[in-house]
C-alpha cells in the first residue's frame, strides 16, 4: 500500500470528505484505508458489525469512521446520507455473490439489489453533498461487466448494469459538475475469490490468462480509485477502468 499511496501527493485528499460502502474488507477496506493514507476524511460502511470491528483495529484504518449499514433500506440509506454534511468522494464497494444459488429467484433478487440497486440508492441519496463539492463518484464494477460466468447470472448481471449505470449516472450528474466512473477489477485475492486462490490448479489457470501472469491484490485497485477522485482526473467522466492485469482481453 505504501508504493501506491507514495506515487500520489501525500495531502492529495487534505480536507476532502469520503464514503466508502462496502468496505467492511476487502477492495472497499483497501480504498478506504488509501484515501485516508492520502489525507481524506472516511467514512467506511459495511453490513457485519464484526467485519467493522476488525477492519476498525487494522493499522491502516486509523483516523477512519465504521458505521453498519443495510443497502438494501431505502429508509437506512436516506438517513445515513442525510447525516453526513459533506461529500467529496463516494466509492460504492459494496458487492456479493452466491454461486449456483442465483439462479432461484429470491437469491437472484438479493444479490441484484445488493450490487447494482443499492449503488443507485447510495448515489442518488448523496447527490445534494456531491453537487455542493462538485465531487467524484466511483463504482467498482468487474470483468463479469464484459465476461459471463454461469455460476452467477446475478452477479454478472448486476457488474454488467454497473456499466450503464456508470455511463447514465455521468450524463445525468455532470451539468453540476459530478464525475461518475468505474474500476472493474479482475482476480483479486479477497474473500470472495479465496476458494480459487487456495486452488493450485484454478490459481495458475487464471494466472495464466492474465498478461501480466499473477493475480491482483486489493492494494493494486487503489492507485485507480485515487486517481479517478483526483484533479488529474478532472475531464473524465462515464468511464470504466479495467484494472484485471489484462484478464479480460486474454
Not at 467506511?44 to 467493522?52: E, N, Q, R, V, Y
Not at 466509492?91 to 433478487?109: C, H, T
Not at 447470472?153 to 464525475?179: D, E, M, V, W
Request: glycine share 10%; net charge neutral.
Amino acid at each position: 500500500m505504501q508504493e501506491v499511496l507514495a506515487s500520489f501527493n501525500p495531502a492529495l485528499f487534505r480536507g476532502r470528505h469520503a464514503v466508502v460502502c462496502g468496505a467492511s474488507s476487502g477492495i472497499g477496506l483497501a480504498i478506504a484505508q488509501g484515501l485516508a493514507g492520502l489525507g481524506a476524511q472516511v467514512v467506511a460502511m459495511g453490513s457485519s458489525p464484526a467485519k467493522l470491528l476488525a477492519a476498525g483495529k487494522q493499522a491502516a484504518s486509523t483516523g477512519i469512521r465504521f458505521e453498519a449499514l443495510d443497502v438494501r433500506d431505502a429508509a437506512a440509506v436516506k438517513r445515513f446520507m442525510d447525516s453526513v454534511s459533506a461529500i467529496d468522494i463516494l466509492v460504492n464497494a459494496q458487492g456479493i455473490a452466491r454461486p449456483g444459488a442465483e439462479w432461484e429467484e429470491d437469491e437472484f433478487l438479493n444479490v441484484m439489489d445488493i450490487n447494482l440497486s443499492s449503488v443507485f440508492r447510495l448515489t442518488m441519496a448523496a447527490r445534494a453533498q456531491l453537487q455542493a463539492s462538485r465531487g467524484s463518484v466511483v463504482h467498482i464494477a468487474s470483468m463479469l461487466s464484459y465476461l459471463a460466468d454461469a455460476q452467477v447470472p446475478a452477479y454478472t448481471a448486476s457488474k454488467s448494469g454497473i456499466l450503464g449505470l456508470t455511463r447514465a449516472l455521468a450524463h445525468r450528474f455532470g451539468p453540476s459538475g459530478i464525475r461518475v466512473n468505474a474500476i472493474a477489477p479482475g482476480y483479486h485475492v479477497t474473500d470472495m475469490t479465496a476458494r480459487l486462490h487456495a486452488d493450485p490448479a484454478d490459481a495458475r489457470r487464471i494466472a495464466e490468462r492474465a498478461a501480466l501472469k499473477r493475480w491482483g491484490t486489493v492494494e493494486d485497485l487503489v492507485g485507480a480509485a485515487a486517481f479517478l477522485c483526483s484533479p488529474a482526473a478532472a475531464f473524465i467522466t462515464g468511464a470504466v477502468l479495467a484494472v484485471d492485469g489484462g484478464y479480460h482481453t486474454g
